[in-house]
């Protein structure tokens, strides 16, 4: 009777191949280190955007910061997106996109919404076409946001809270807009978020829900207390009538995303599906097997 042996191809392949290095479920490691990438990248844009205009920098290094930033998380973007999109990474993403698409327009609209007390016809155009750009980014990027999202419970709100903050923020920098009012109140915005990111990340999953409009709404107070929306008062016809809606928005906004990412995208928990393939097609392990994916729970009870 002949003794079976494996093929050369069989050896060869399990000489190769390194061990495979498996989280288990609910590793806390992971889940800390997913918080701490999430929450400290936007940790990270806000004390960018202080340093860029607030603290006494050479000219080269304070324009160099904002583009150091974009790299970074655009770098950080395609790094999720090779290792199978943790949540971290979907945070990356939003922020990335929120600042080159949405930041630009309120900060325009609010140096428009900053002018004289009269408006010209030009002015009143500008105004009317940002507002009408800024309402159309926040639904786009609240659909990114609940499509994203849509697995993880309550993370759409947190991906879509400085979006929805920033419109508010530059409020009280309408009395007074300059380069180092904007950048400190958009900064104001990330650090904030970044507290919310954290908090939400280790919270349990009932909390976590509402976190983030919770967060918009005392912001919104904080606001109200102040002097900071008593400058709309002072605006003309258009500023103090859009501008109240266009904040009402993204409070609805930012309540709404968490709500239409469960319901259009159940969670799903478990391993991803595999689909069985052909014998010469499993060379490369399949998504499940790779040991750079951070498997950290069932999608239900931890963001991963």
Do not use: K
Not at 88 to 103: E, I, Q, R
């Amino acid at each position: 009777m002949e003794r079976w042996e494996p093929s050369t191809s069989t050896q060869e392949r399990a000489r190769v191949a390194p061990p495979r290095v498996v989280r288990p479920a609910g590793d806390r490691r992971a889940v800390w280190a997913n918080a701490i990438l999430a929450a400290g990248g936007r940790a990270g844009i806000g004390l960018a955007l202080i340093g860029s205009r607030v603290v006494p920098l050479p000219a080269l290094v304070q324009a160099g910061l904002s583009v150091v930033v974009l790299l970074a998380l655009l770098l950080g973007t395609f790094r999720a997106w090779r290792t199978g999109w943790p949540a971290w990474g979907t945070v990356w993403l939003m922020d990335f996109a929120t600042l080159t698409l949405l930041t630009p327009v309120l900060v325009w609209n609010g140096f428009v919404a900053s002018g004289p007390a009269r408006m010209m016809a030009a002015e009143r155009r500008a105004y009317l076409e940002t507002i009408l750009a800024a309402f159309v980014l926040l639904v786009l990027l609240g659909g990114v946001a609940g499509w994203i999202g849509g697995r993880r419970v309550g993370l759409a709100g947190i991906l879509l809270l400085p979006a929805v903050l920033q419109a508010p923020a530059l409020v009280p920098a309408l009395t007074d807009y300059r380069d180092a009012t904007v950048f400190v109140a958009l900064a104001g915005v990330y650090l904030l978020s970044a507290l919310a990111t954290g908090a939400a990340w280790l919270a349990p999953s009932v909390w976590r829900l509402w976190l983030a409009p919770l967060a918009a709404v005392v912001y919104l107070i904080v606001l109200l207390l102040g002097p900071g929306l008593g400058a709309l008062t002072q605006r003309p016809a258009p500023v103090s009538g859009f501008h109240p809606l266009l904040i009402a928005f993204g409070l609805v906004l930012v309540a709404a995303a968490p709500l239409f990412g469960v319901r259009g995208r159940p969670a799903v928990s478990g391993p991803r599906p595999h689909w069985p393939r052909r014998a010469r097609a499993r060379r490369r392990p399949a998504v499940e097997e790779r040991s750079d994916v951070a498997e950290v729970g069932p999608t239900s009870e931890r963001w991963r």
